[in-house]
């Protein structure tokens, strides 16, 4: 009777296993003693365990998950990533705030990136500064510093007739820096966090007529909430509008629904502060937090997405944490220490020292609020008033930490900005740029 070489074989064995072969027929193999398959698995976990930490820590591209680096970021910016998990089960923020890495995918390298020994900023290679300039802050005086006063191995060549420079590397002409004087507003007038990320990499494409793997270093100025909010008031009474800013999130402008006009006709002159103070989509309130917070998570101009609370709450924790993660800020009530970080940070030196002017006429209209508007026009600013505690508290962490690392501090920080001497000293004055006065471009 022929055999059919595929019937099931039924085989009962004790500590072995059966192998089956082609055509059906087992061969029975010794199984190892549990004990030696348990080395084997124990051994092979710790080589996986020794390989990821090994990874991590020592990586030659200082960009690994356990990096001393990363972990103090992330040590730093717990509180923000924490505060950015909603609540009430909305999805759409959960998405993004669940992945945090996910937010600043764009936005370049970070403070603690540029801490490593080994860093440098490469003018000859891809490295870009990247100016987020809010108004009122001492931005166009500081963008005239980065234009003007430092000592580069290129100057930036500027033309004041068209309040332009051409700040290019030193042996090609590719921009190192994107800001109001060398690039213009590519991204819009005063662009913000959620418009340059997004918008930078294809500008720089488009204006170099070729693609390249560029590292981005964001900076910007913050100032104190109720002195910037008044500057900005007396800029708008005088006639600035900023209509050439656009608004941009997501893929598209915000709509006159969603940012209604607070005034009729070509501007706001002469407007009173009460007026100024009661129109509810007056983006000079809490302007810095909603220029540093990413706009995606809280729907960008749509207030009905969510909670006007739960808005609030999520817009402040991604302003802190993109801020912590940014390679430089600064803050005009400290123009020295704002300046020794910057250029401890990108070691980059100006050739003038930083003026620092504390008698500034918003100052004055500040002390001279009556009582009930000062209470309002802080309750407007709520969160810039929060994210400037938080900024200052981190501004002074990073001089402290730079100071301990700098052998000779104390004449460095005597000696700011006196490389050699230089005519036409810029100075920081954000009350009276005169020829900027009624630019809508300011």
């Known amino acids: 009777m022929p055999v059919d070489m595929h019937k099931n074989v039924s085989v009962q064995v004790d500590s072995d296993f059966a192998l089956l072969l082609p055509g059906g027929v087992y061969e029975i193999k010794k199984m190892e003693p549990r004990s030696k398959i348990r080395t084997i698995i124990v051994f092979c976990l710790f080589l996986a365990i020794a390989g990821i930490i090994g990874f991590g820590y020592f990586c030659q591209d200082q960009v690994c998950a356990l990096s001393k680096r990363a972990v103090m970021l992330q040590s730093s910016e717990m509180m923000a990533y924490n505060e950015l998990q909603p609540v009430g089960g909305n999805t759409a923020v959960a998405s993004k705030a669940s992945a945090p890495q996910n937010i600043i995918a764009n936005a370049g390298l970070s403070y603690e990136d540029v801490l490593n020994d080994d860093f440098q ?42 309040k332009r420079c051409y700040c ?14 060398s690039t213009g507003w590519k991204c819009g007038l005063h662009a913000d966090w959620t418009e340059l990320t997004s918008c930078v990499d294809v500008e720089l494409d488009k204006n170099e007529g070729e693609t390249a793997k560029r590292r981005y270093f964001y900076i910007s100025l913050l100032r104190e909430p109720i002195s910037r909010y008044m500057s900005e008031y007396r800029h708008v009474r005088r006639g600035a ?10 893929g598209r402008q915000a709509t006159a629904s969603e940012l209604p006009p607070c005034y009729k006709g070509k501007d706001w002159l002469n407007v009173d502060l009460d007026q100024f103070a009661g129109c509810e989509s007056n983006l000079a309130a809490n302007r810095q937090t909603r220029m540093l917070a990413d706009l995606a998570l809280v729907g960008c101009y749509n207030k009905s997405s969510m909670p006007a609370h739960e808005r609030d709450r999520v817009m402040l924790a991604s302003a802190k944490r ?28 100006f050739a003038i020292p930083f003026e620092q002017h504390n008698a500034t006429i918003s100052a004055a209209a500040v002390t001279n609020l009556r009582s009930d508007q000062r209470r309002r026009i802080e309750r407007l600013n709520g969160l810039d008033i929060e994210l400037y505690a938080f900024a200052k508290n981190l501004l002074f962490q990073r001089f402290e930490h730079l100071k301990a690392k700098d ?36």
């Open 121 to 162: 900023f490469d003018m000859d290679g891809h490295d870009v500064m990247v100016f987020l300039h809010i108004q009122k802050t001492g931005g166009t005086s500081f963008g005239r510093h980065l234009v003007r006063d430092l000592d580069l191995k290129r100057p930036c060549e500027c033309q004041r007739q068209r």
């Open 168 to 181: 290019f590397r030193p042996h090609r002409n590719e921009n190192w820096l994107f800001s109001r004087y």
């Open 241 to 250: 509008t900023w209509k050439g800013s656009r608004h941009w999130c997501l």
């Open 322 to 349: 993109n801020l912590a993660a940014m390679a430089y800020f600064g803050l005009t009530e400290y123009q020295k220490m704002s300046q020794y970080i910057f250029e401890e940070t990108f070691n980059l030196r």
């Open 407 to 442: 052998a000779n501090f104390a004449q460095r920080f005597a000696n700011l900005g006196n490389i050699f001497y230089k005519q036409g000293v810029t100075e920081f004055n954000w009350d009276s740029n005169i020829e900027d006065a009624l630019s809508t471009d300011h």
